[in-house]
């Protein structure tokens, strides 16, 4: 995935959840390569709340969820998403800046 050999990487996230289908950070990372790299946010939003369904706690996950429901501009689920990563993080700057960003919007 650093390397960008995005297939790759995929295929061996795919892999790893066949053995294990609870790492929530092989569903993190195929929902961060949803939302960077192909913009295929309506997946990126399954991957992450995939992850999140193993890790409730997993603020990273509720951000970047946050981050693709923005980029479909349903920006209710995207604020809900960014609070709920600061309940979970307090003062999380990256939720914070997001939570600017959209406010008014919806």
């Keep these: 995935q650093e390397h960008k050999l995005l297939e790759d990487a995929l295929v061996q996230y795919d892999a790893l959840l066949a053995i294990d289908p609870k790492n929530k950070n092989a569903w993190f990372n195929i929902g961060y390569i949803n939302l960077v790299y192909l913009q295929n946010y309506k997946t990126?939003?399954?991957?992450?709340?995939?992850?999140?369904?193993?890790?409730?706690?997993?603020?990273?996950?509720?951000?970047?969820?946050g981050l693709a429901y923005e980029e479909l501009k349903q920006y209710k689920n995207a604020e809900e998403d960014y609070k709920k990563a600061l309940k979970i993080r307090t003062n999380y700057e990256n939720a914070i800046t997001?939570?600017?960003?959209?406010?008014?919007?919806?």
Excluded: M, Q, V
């Design 44 to 65: 990126a939003i399954d991957k992450f709340s995939k992850a999140i369904e193993c890790d409730p706690g997993y603020a990273e996950a509720f951000y970047n969820r």
């Design 98 to 106: 997001a939570l600017n960003r959209i406010e008014g919007k919806h």
